[in-house]
Each structure stands twice: as C-alpha cells, then as structure tokens.
C-alpha cells in the first residue's frame, strides 16, 4: 500500500506544480498544447504496452475488449452529464467550460469536478489497478504529464476570474489530495480479486482513460498546439515506451 500512496503522491504533485505557475503565469495556448500532446502520445503508449496488455493476458480478448468499450462508455456517459451541468451543453469545448466558470462561484465548482471526474479519476484510478499486477512507470509518467497542463490552464482561468493566487493554489492542493486517494483507493479495492476480475478492471480504466484522450487531450492539443502537437506527441509515445520495455 506504500508504493500505491507513493505513486498517487507523484502523479497528483503535477497537479500541484501546474496550479502554482497558472496562479503566477499565463503561458502561451501553443506551449499547452505541445504539454498535451506529449501527455497523449504517453498515455496511448502505456495503455497500448502495459494497462490493456495487461488486461488482455489476464482475461483474453473478449474480457478484455468488453471492460475496453464498458470503461469508454461510461466515460462518454459521465462527459455528457456533467458537461450540461456545467454549461448547459452536452459537448463544450474549454472556451466554453472557463466561460461557465466564470458566471460565478457554482460554475468553478462544477468545471472542477467535471475536470476531477472525466480526467483524473479514471486515470488515477487506472494507475492503482495497474499497482495490482506490477508497477507502472509508463503510466505513472504519462499521468504525470497530462495533470500538469489540465491545472496549469484551470489556474489560469481562476486568476483571470479574479480568484487569488493562494485560493488557486488552494483548490487544486485538494484536487491533488482527490486523486491521490483515487490511487490508493484503486489499489486497494482490487488487491485480492481474481485474474479474470482484473482483466476487466484493468481494461475498463483503459477505456475510460482512452475516451478521455479522444474527447479532451487530443483535440486541445491539436487547437492549441499545431504545428509542434505531432512531434510531441511522437516525443511522449517514445519516452513511455523506453519506460515500458526498459
């Protein structure tokens, strides 16, 4: 359980780092977009050599494949939902979420639990079901660099709401507690079940985390960070591998 705490502290720290410069700075959206491609490129490489490999040598191709689409569909369920809470449409893009944030205290509030719920939840979550089977370094870092533009930009946001840099700072030290609990908590649920349980644990977080990429990662790395978001993405597909088959 100490590597679960230790690793959800890691991932979550991000978190941490990227509310502190959002509070104090405002990068350009390409340096955004370039962070979230090479999150994605990570990402797609841990789940493809470790999260859903794992799942697939656990319980097979139909187990697997169902938790894959079960994780996804869910995904696309919770986005739709809490996307109309926070403004009043089932698909907003960013501009639209920091614009509902903006109307008032409530709209921060949902625009974080949207960002916890359809990010980092199933992600962290992931991250501590893969602890079941063997340390994920590779998605350890991927998550790593997902966090870090996701809070730098709702930092950003916060500020020019008018919030100070020690509430920002604030909020997202408890998103950051959040999902290192999500961790621990996916570690800990799933110690002692058996192969085939695993498999779709395993391959439902992937789907999850797989629809997240598809729905938010990608299309903002790809608005903001075009030219550059292709070859960052290359950059973070590389790094997790080396990390995954070192």
Same mark, same amino acid.
């Given at each position: 359980?100490?590597?679960?705490?230790? =690793?959800?502290?890691?991932?979550?720290?991000?978190?941490?780092? #990227? #509310? !502190?410069?959002?509070?104090?700075? &405002?990068?350009?959206?390409?340096?955004?977009?370039?962070?979230?491609?090479?999150?994605?490129?990570?990402?797609?490489?841990?789940?493809? +050599?470790?999260?859903?490999?794992?799942?697939?040598?656990?319980?097979?191709?139909?187990?697997?494949?169902?938790?894959?689409?079960?994780?996804?569909?869910? +995904?696309?369920?919770?986005?739709?939902?809490?996307?109309?809470?926070?403004?009043?449409?089932?698909?907003?893009?960013?501009?639209?979420?920091?614009?509902?944030?903006?109307? *008032?205290?409530?709209?921060?509030?949902?625009?974080?639990?949207?960002?916890?719920?359809?990010?980092?939840?199933?992600?962290?979550?992931?991250?501590?079901?893969?602890? !079941?089977?063997?340390?994920?370094?590779?998605?350890?870092?991927?998550?790593? =660099?997902?966090? =870090?533009?996701?809070?730098?930009?709702?930092?950003?946001?916060?500020?020019?709401? #008018? &919030?100070?840099?020690?509430?920002?700072?604030?909020?997202?030290?408890?998103?950051? !507690?959040?999902?290192? !609990?999500?961790?621990?908590?996916?570690?800990?649920?799933?110690?002692?079940?058996?192969?085939?349980?695993?498999? +779709?644990?395993?391959?439902?977080?992937?789907?999850?985390?797989?629809?997240?990429?598809?729905?938010?990662?990608?299309?903002?790395?790809?608005?903001? #960070?075009?030219?550059?978001?292709?070859?960052?993405?290359?950059?973070?597909?590389?790094?997790?591998?080396?990390?995954?088959? *070192?």
């Amino acid at each position: 359980m100490g590597e679960a705490i230790i =690793f959800g502290v890691i991932a979550s720290s991000a978190l941490v780092i #990227g #509310g !502190v410069a959002g509070a104090y700075w &405002r990068p350009p959206e390409a340096v955004i977009g370039i962070l979230l491609a090479f999150a994605s490129g990570a990402l797609i490489s841990a789940l493809s +050599f470790e999260l859903f490999t794992d799942a697939f040598e656990l319980g097979g191709a139909t187990r697997a494949g169902i938790g894959l689409l079960a994780g996804a569909t869910a +995904f696309v369920v919770a986005n739709a939902l809490l996307d109309r809470k926070v403004t009043g449409s089932a698909k907003p893009d960013q501009s639209d979420k920091v614009s509902a944030a903006s109307r *008032g205290p409530g709209g921060i509030g949902f625009a974080l639990l949207a960002a916890v719920t359809l990010d980092g939840v199933p992600e962290n979550l992931a991250l501590g079901v893969s602890l !079941v089977d063997d340390a994920s370094l590779t998605l350890l870092v991927a998550i790593f =660099f997902s966090n =870090f533009p996701e809070s730098l930009v709702g930092a950003v946001a916060m500020r020019e709401e #008018g &919030r100070s840099p020690r509430a920002v700072i604030g909020l997202w030290v408890v998103v950051a !507690v959040l999902l290192a !609990v999500a961790v621990v908590v996916g570690r800990a649920a799933l110690g002692g079940v058996s192969d085939q349980a695993l498999s +779709f644990y395993l391959s439902f977080a992937g789907g999850a985390v797989l629809a997240s990429l598809a729905d938010t990662l990608m299309p903002e790395a790809f608005a903001h #960070g075009r030219p550059y978001n292709a070859f960052a993405t290359c950059a973070g597909f590389f790094v997790s591998f080396v990390l995954a088959v *070192g």
